[in-house]
């Protein structure tokens, strides 16, 4: 029997329809919750991410805040942009989108970002937080991931756990986040010796590499829940996940497709923080 998929998209919009009564409510105390987003150079991929993410804010109700700047634009012109927007009281969520041209330190970029604003949760604060079982912000994508999860009904208390990928964006927080839910989790990555035997224990697979279609059917666990984070343009010029979804397909028993999959959710959640920010800049939340 094939695998059910676990439609992002569906629970993606039924989540946002919960937002407008809580983005109505903040409106009307005067507190409309609003997201700045810093876009550095003209990368086709970014401008589409950004304008997403600025189309989503606007069919919430947030005031969204597209800032755009040229691909040669100094450090410090950028960190003067986010320390204006660390003072506006009219912005509760800040997103530096990446990757930022080279002459970068994306490392300062992102911790010139006031705690409180960070939605994306990448301030090292936010991540010490995180550690420490006591997140002021959830990283979007696994944020989002566990909101899939949720809704399909698995819980991953007591499954082994296998994350291919250790990345500070998602790989990393998605492990500390299911170690938090009592799973036994495994972190893979380029200098894995043998993947193969780590996915084929794997009651929960999460893959985020960026390599088209690296996991295969024969990889996978009998019943394995599979969430692909990735999304790439194949050979064909079609989008595709890390996962090769016809042969994963077979053997799994829950998987994400790619489109449709973690990518709205990604968004989702990154309202979700917005809020979130509004809400307790409004002393309604702590």
Do not use: W
């Amino acid at each position: 029997m094939a695998a059910i998929p676990i439609d992002g998209t569906a629970l993606a919009r039924t989540l946002r329809e919960g937002f407008r009564d809580r983005v109505t409510a903040l409106a009307a105390a005067g507190h409309q919750p609003g997201l700045a987003v810093l876009l550095v150079g003209g990368d086709p991929a970014s401008q589409v991410y950004v304008r997403n993410k600025v189309n989503a804010c606007a069919a919430a109700g947030l005031l969204s805040e597209r800032i755009s700047l040229p691909a040669d634009t100094g450090p410090e012109v950028l960190l003067a942009r986010i320390r204006e927007l660390n003072a506006d009281p009219r912005i509760h969520g800040i997103l530096v989108q990446l990757p930022l041209p080279r002459h970068f330190d994306e490392t300062a970029v992102l911790d010139a970002v006031a705690p409180d604003k960070d939605v994306d949760g990448f301030h090292p604060e936010n991540v010490g937080a995180l550690v420490q079982g006591r997140a002021r912000f959830i990283p979007c994508t696994p944020y989002g991931v566990l909101r899939m999860l949720e809704h399909a009904g698995v819980n991953p208390a007591g499954q082994e756990a296998v994350v291919i990928g250790r990345s500070n964006i998602v790989g990393k927080p998605m492990a500390l986040l299911l170690t938090a839910r009592d799973a036994t989790v495994t972190v893979c990555h380029s200098r894995t010796r043998d993947l193969r035997c780590h996915t084929r224990r794997a009651d929960l697979l999460v893959v985020a590499t960026g390599r088209p279609r690296m996991v295969t059917g024969d990889m996978l666990k009998p019943g394995a829940v599979v969430i692909d984070v990735g999304i790439n343009r194949g050979a064909d010029g079609k989008l595709c996940g890390d996962v090769d979804y016809e042969s994963c397909r077979e053997v799994a028993s829950r998987i994400t497709p790619v489109p449709g999959g973690v990518g709205p959710m990604t968004i989702t959640m990154l309202l979700e923080n917005t809020i979130v920010a509004a809400e307790r800049r409004a002393g309604i939340r702590s």
